[in-house]
């Protein structure tokens, strides 16, 4: 029988209570479950539970579900699974610097086994709002600032967590999240209002949910913010006309924590019941943690306020759910069909993830890698060195620091025949106290190289956790001048959940690589980074800004009507007194920093240098129902074996709408030996070329197209075609 046919067949036993039982999730209760769960999962009075990850307890709760229940329907059991379970991956933020979705779907794929070994069958990941704002917190949960970097990670990690199929071993419900707008939330405050226009929200903020969807993502989850006056929760155009509407999107839709109830706080509705309406009528299915669809719906129906057939709609999404990932064939796992947890396959996954994550941003004279043959001691200094928990990062409910190896007893078992010399230099990265300055000083002075691990500490990033400034925290900067000034090879590793703004930082140090939080192998693969055992090859999925104040800086921004110019240079200091003030000639700049960003989106060095040339074009005029090649010769130019992350950049110089002044439209890793050279090739369809214009549809315009492919998004290797009508 087809899984519509047994919802309906199930939908028609079911009593108005069991139907608004189904629409609620609520808290697991740990080892023991808690009396009124028992109660309320025996009642047909819960839907789905969350945070509760003792598989003892998940069976328990799914037998008094399937057999103690009227209808004996089985439970949700969702859980943030976010960068891994008890293996612990790079933050996504993380991931998306490696530009290879193999990685985030390995890392999903893991993750997943090890979470539904545990009873869990709903993660509520992927994060997808598009990061432009690192005194955001969350940036550190998505994959940056580019709405296509984000769709093809995105894609990658439903496709981990769901597997082949929902119903197979290891597979549970991804959850796109947080729908939709989240990202923009004014100054990077967590939870706080967003403005997003519809052009930019349809070309910018929503591509990556679209990806997810079309991917197969099960579920959604709406966001908290508030968006056009409507916060996400009940907006009816979100998640009516675009998901269901204009996406077909057939899954199930989840509240935020407490999100339906939290209405009345935005100033949407009075009170639960209007909230519990005005959810119900935007069409989420599932109500986390707030009880108002509990409480009121019934009423609602019976008062006419809602229609029973909105509410049998909510309740046939999850039940679809249900059926699809296999749960009323069997609800309880066997932890004991499982690969295992923390297993070395696990583990080596996450050291290529944490390898491919990291970026090299400077390496003067050719500083790294690190020569061990001609070190005897090196200076290993800063609170992050030596810290199993913080190289993990936010939200890893369940990661396990036991598994995690940070840098210096990495340093320690990769390489015995140096002697690492380890000081802290200051209690936390946060802290003010100067008192260990001096033992680091004196350490730096009697080795032959300085190993700086400095950054923000976990707790630094994630969800409420944001900065207003987000320049390195607590005495950091002085520790980094105080130990450059005795002369000696610096090399700086940055551990973040954003991007910072490290003007003031980079001129004191040889060599900087950026780790993000970079998981529980992050120290063996800095290691390796470091030493040259592997090659790094990490982009940027963000800009750097220089400073604070040129936030929100991305390389898609659009042109204005007076561009700067990369020659753009500002003295402030120059600037006579009493000058005129006048606008004429000026364009878009601040008169205190430089318009671009410190590093660019893309960005990343290697050991190498990778050359690109005779770029060309399959034609010059592509029709639409043709494809454009697009090849060049990529030439690994020095000494090392390396990979190369190529990207493809175009720009549609006249449109109906303005457009940004690049976009990212390909990318591939691409690994070379040293001197080899190889002819890559990209193709386009005019599908590629398409954004919402002025008339509000999807279609690509027919005209110039200026086209550039390299390894950032400065790349300058270009050429023009021409799309026809
Ligand atoms: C609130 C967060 O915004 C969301 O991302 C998360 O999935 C839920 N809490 C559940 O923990």
Known sequence: MSIAKRVQELLAQMTLEEKVGQLQMLQGGGWHVPDHLREAIRAGRVGSVLNEVHVETVNELQRI???????????????????????????????????????????????????????????????????????????????????????????????GFQGDKLDGLGSIAACAKHFAGYGASESGKDYNSTNIPENELRNVHLPPFAAAVDAGCATVMTSFSDIDGIPATANQFLLRQVLRGEWDFDGVVVSDWDSIRQLSVHGLTADNRESAREAALAGVDVEMASTTYAEHLASLVNDGKVAIETVDALVANILTLKFRLGLFESAETDAAAFPGIGIPAHLNAARTAATESLVLLKNAHGMLPLQAAHLKHVAVIGPLADEPFEQLGTWIFDGDANLSVPLLPALRARHPEIEFGYVRGLPTTRSQDRSGFDEAVALAERSDAVILMLGEEAILSGEAHCRADITLPGAQQALIEAVAATGKPVVLVLMAGRALALQSVVPHVHAMLYAWHPGCMGGPAITDVLFGHATPSGKLPVSLPRVIGQIPIYYGHKRTGKPA???????????????????????????DVHPSPLFPFGFGLSYTTFQYEQLALSARELRRDETLTVSFDLINAGARDATEVVQLYIHDPVASTTRPVRELKAFRRVALAAGEQRRISFTLTAD?????????????????????????????LHHDFFLLD
């Not at 009873?119 to 940056?144: Q, S």
């Not at 214009?693 to 315009?701: F, I, V």
């Open 688 to 716: 590629d070329l398409a954004f919402y214009g002025r008339d509000r549809r999807r279609k690509a315009e027919a005209g110039q197209f200026h086209l550039w492919v390299g390894g950032n998004s400065d790349a300058t």
């Open 565 to 591: 110019t990369p020659d753009t240079i500002v003295r402030m200091e120059d600037i006579p007194a009493r000058a005129e003030q006048l606008s004429i000639g000026n364009t878009s700049f601040h008169l």
């Open 65 to 159: 579900a399937v057999q103690e229940s009227r209808l004996g329907i089985p439970l949700l059991v969702g859980r943030d699974v976010i960068h891994g379970f008890k293996t612990v991956f790079p933050i996504p933020l993380g991931q998306a610097a490696s530009w290879n979705p193999a990685v985030v779907e390995r890392g999903a794929r893991i993750a997943a086994l090890e979470a539904a070994s545990h009873g869990v069958n709903w993660t509520f990941a992927p994060m997808l709002d598009i990061g432009r704002d690192p005194r955001w917190g969350r940036v550190a949960e998505g994959y940056g600032e580019d709405p296509y970097l984000t769709s093809v990670m995105g894609a990658a990690a439903v496709r």
